[in-house]
C-alpha cells in the first residue's frame, strides 16, 4: 500500500535570511526523506503574523512545532518516519 508524502508547512517572513537557510535546507532533504514542503508567508495573514511574528522560520507538520528559527533534521527525520510507519501526525 502506497501511503501519500508527509506534508510539512514551512513558515515564513520575505527577506528574512533564516527563513532562507531553513527552506534551503529542507530542499536538499526532500529528495531523501520524500515529503511535500508547504511555505506561507505570515505577512499575508494577520492571524499568522500574530501567532508566528518573531519565531519565524517555523516548521509545522500538521498542528505540531517540529523546530523555529533552525532546522532540526531528527526532528523531521521523526516526523517522516511517524508517517511512514502509519502512527500519523499528532492534531
Known amino acids: 500500500m502506497t501511503r501519500d508524502p508527509?506534508?510539512?508547512?514551512?513558515?515564513?517572513?520575505?527577506?528574512?535570511?533564516?527563513c532562507e537557510t531553513m527552506q534551503?535546507?529542507?530542499r536538499g532533504l526532500q529528495s531523501r526523506l520524500g515529503f511535500v514542503l508547504r511555505t506561507v508567508d505570515i505577512d499575508r495573514q494577520a492571524r499568522l503574523r500574530r501567532r508566528?511574528?518573531?519565531?519565524v522560520p517555523v516548521l509545522c507538520h500538521g498542528e505540531?512545532?517540529?523546530?523555529?528559527?533552525?532546522l532540526d533534521e531528527q526532528a523531521v527525520s521523526a516526523a517522516c518516519a511517524s508517517e511512514v510507519q502509519g502512527t500519523g501526525r499528532e492534531a
Do not use: F, I
Open 6 to 18: 508527509v506534508e510539512l508547512t514551512l513558515y515564513y517572513r520575505e527577506g528574512c535570511h533564516l
Open 24 to 26: 534551503q535546507a529542507l
Open 52 to 55: 508566528y511574528d518573531e519565531w
Open 64 to 70: 505540531r512545532e517540529l523546530c523555529h528559527y533552525y
